[in-house]
């Protein structure tokens, strides 16, 4: 019940293309539900986070959908670069910072 | 603003020491959680401390310990380490754990290799 189930494993976009990642979670107590992207050598950084009262958050080119019904939350890049290519991790807490992190998609963007 | 500072940044250790990572978190920020990076396993949570207690705790074996400093600095410490210790090891910080709008910044990480 505490697992977030990440898809898919790696994703292949030309440049401009909008890759979508799917997460998914089986405990409804989860309340907080983060993006983070990594880069090789580097610490995962904060892209965008949503809360289960909300369907939809955009930050830039950064959109989560979040379908609360279906336990399920989904990261969108519009107009992908190849600067985005990176290791994108999605996550899931209960009021703490204890996160629970998917299994992470590797985005590669060609120009 | 200095964001979460981790050394030392690389290290190599042998089968059966010890080792203490450090960790200072983001100024102002009172809660510091723990998480090994690994190919195989992914992320997976270690500790969390927010005013030196001890939230919440991973699935690790007693060999790994951390703590929390007054100054909110933290330390983890991994004895009678072994091969499949190799990792990524990381911290990050908060200023509001569970708040709404709390935000969880990871620091660089310290690469231990166990030969």
């Known amino acids: 019940q505490q697992q977030v189930k990440q898809s898919p494993q790696s994703l292949i976009v030309q440049k401009g293309g909008i890759p979508i990642i799917n997460c998914a979670y089986e405990n409804t107590a989860f309340d907080y539900f983060p993006w983070y992207q990594q880069f090789p050598g580097k610490g995962p950084a904060l892209l965008i986070a949503i809360r289960p009262d909300v369907s939809e958050k955009k930050e830039g080119r950064f959109t989560i959908s979040f379908n609360k019904s279906a336990k399920q939350f989904s990261l969108h890049i519009m107009d992908s670069q190849p600067g985005d290519s990176a290791t994108y991790f999605c996550?899931?807490?209960?009021?703490?910072?204890?996160?629970?992190f998917g299994t992470g998609t590797r985005l590669q963007v060609f120009p | 603003k200095a964001g979460v500072t981790q050394t030392p940044r690389y290290l190599i250790k042998t089968r059966g020491q010890q080792v203490t990572l450090s960790c200072s978190p983001i100024?102002?920020?009172?809660?510091v959680s723990w998480y090994q990076q690994t190919p195989g396993q992914g992320l997976q949570f270690l500790f969390e401390?927010?005013?030196?207690?001890?939230?919440n705790k991973g699935n690790f074996p007693g060999r790994f310990s951390g703590r929390q400093f007054s100054n909110s600095r933290s330390e983890m410490n991994v004895s009678t380490l072994e091969l499949g210790d190799s990792a990524l090891y990381l911290c990050?910080?908060?200023?509001?754990?569970?708040?709404?709008?709390?935000?969880?910044?990871f620091g660089e990480g310290s690469w231990l290799t166990v030969v």
């Open positions: 100024s102002g920020h009172r809660s």
């Open positions: 401390y927010f005013s030196e207690t001890q939230r």
């Open positions: 990050a910080s908060s200023l509001n754990p569970g708040g709404t709008g709390n935000t969880i910044y």
């Open positions: 996550a899931a807490s209960i009021g703490t910072d204890k996160l629970i």
